[in-house]
């Protein structure tokens, strides 16, 4: 069975400092990774995925996420927020199975962004 | 752009009452999926179908029901409402993956609702 982790269910930050939301998961076999963000009384918006090949990938609104087989981890990273960037941020999992996709959602992590 | 609309944003109903809430994607998805959103839970799967008139549990399937008459539509039906359903509900839709790539949910607005 897959898992998600997220470590911090909150991340308090200022403006056009740098940030990381950490995520981790367990899973048995090859998984797709994904961030989606949630901004206040919307539903979710894909920020990022990976499925292979290169292990950096850019997302929408200047966000990255790395991926490291080793470690099982996806965390993701913005060098400068804005004011904006505040909202709700959920890692997902997923593998193929008989051409649906099962995700697997962590908790959610808040980011708070203050001037 | 994929849009996926939810009949209601907001939704009050007494216990023991019949809900509906309904799900409509214009992209031609053969996927869609309903989840909760409860906080410090995240998202969790309550029904998913791959095709017309094809239903599979989830996670948290117990007091769900779901409906998918036509491809473009997934309606989820709370057969009698209980204090502990009052949650938000999010509706996904997503492709048959033919090709690596196209595997991304695509969510609704949301349904947050109260049930009293």
């Known amino acids: 069975a897959q898992s998600v982790t997220q470590l911090d269910s909150q991340v308090p930050v200022f403006e056009e400092a740098p940030v990381e939301l950490r995520c981790n998961y367990s899973s048995s076999v090859s998984v797709y990774l994904f961030w989606y963000v949630q901004y206040p009384n919307q539903g979710l918006q894909l920020l990022l995925k990976y499925l292979s090949g290169s292990t950096l990938v850019k997302g929408i609104n200047g966000f990255e996420a790395e991926f490291n087989k080793s470690q099982t981890s996806f965390h993701l990273r913005k060098p400068s927020v804005h004011i904006s960037d505040t909202a709700e941020y959920f890692c997902a999992v997923s593998h193929m199975n008989t051409g649906f996709q099962k995700l697997v959602f962590g908790t959610g992590t808040r980011l708070l962004v203050s001037p | 752009d994929v849009k996926v609309t939810q009949s209601s944003r907001y939704l009050v109903k007494r216990t023991g009452e019949k809900v509906f809430l309904e799900c409509v994607q214009d992209?031609?998805?053969?996927?869609m999926f309903w989840y909760r959103q409860d906080p410090g839970l995240g998202l969790r799967l309550i029904y998913f179908s791959y095709d017309v008139k094809m239903k599979e549990k989830g996670d948290i399937p117990e007091g769900y029901s779901v409906s998918r008459e036509k491809k473009e539509r997934f309606s989820l039906i709370l057969e009698s409402a209980s204090t502990n359903q009052t949650s938000m509900y999010l509706c996904?839709?997503?492709?048959?993956?033919?090709?690596?790539?196209?595997?991304?949910?695509?969510f609704g607005p949301g349904t947050r609702l109260l049930v009293l």
């Open positions: 992209m031609d998805h053969e996927n």
């Open positions: 996904a839709s997503s492709l048959y993956p033919k090709v690596r790539g196209q595997e991304t949910q695509y």
